[in-house]
Nanobody, 119 residues
Framework: QVQLVESGGGLVQPGGSLRLSCAAS????????MGWYRQAPGKQRELVAG???????NYADSVKGRFTISRDNAKNTVYLQMNSLKPEDTAIYYC?????????????WGQGTQVTVSS
């Protein structure tokens, strides 16, 4: 089992920055990938950024160059640094972890944190 707790969301003006945090606990050693997803009203949930255990990352085209995903292994925490925020970034952001075992792969989700970009 993996538990994920997000923090850092809030209201920010366009062009501003926020840093989201996701603290993982439980069977953390079996996690091979983590990511940030977001879901805006009336839209489907989409992958924003992901990082694999080997360190490789990927980003949605809409956030590439503005967002950065990073890890602090000592704190079992994944971050999403969001710069140059735009109103269209407004969404609930969810932390995701994929745990791979001999029996298969499992997805875990945080409770979500609201990000609102508005003047």
């Amino acid at each position: 089992q993996v538990q994920l707790v997000e923090s850092g969301g809030g209201l920010v003006q366009p062009g501003g920055s926020l840093r989201l945090s996701c603290a993982a606990s439980g069977s953390i050693f079996s996690i091979y990938a983590m990511g940030w997803y977001r879901q805006a009203p009336g839209k489907q949930r989409e992958l924003v950024a992901g990082v694999r255990s080997g360190g490789s990352t990927n980003y949605a085209d809409s956030v590439k160059g503005r967002f950065t995903i990073s890890r602090d292994n000592a704190k079992n925490t994944v971050y999403l640094q969001m710069n140059s925020l735009k109103p269209e970034d407004t969404a609930i952001y969810y932390c995701n972890a994929v745990r791979k075992t001999k029996g298969g792969e499992y997805d875990y989700w945080g409770q979500g944190t609201q990000v609102t970009v508005s003047s």
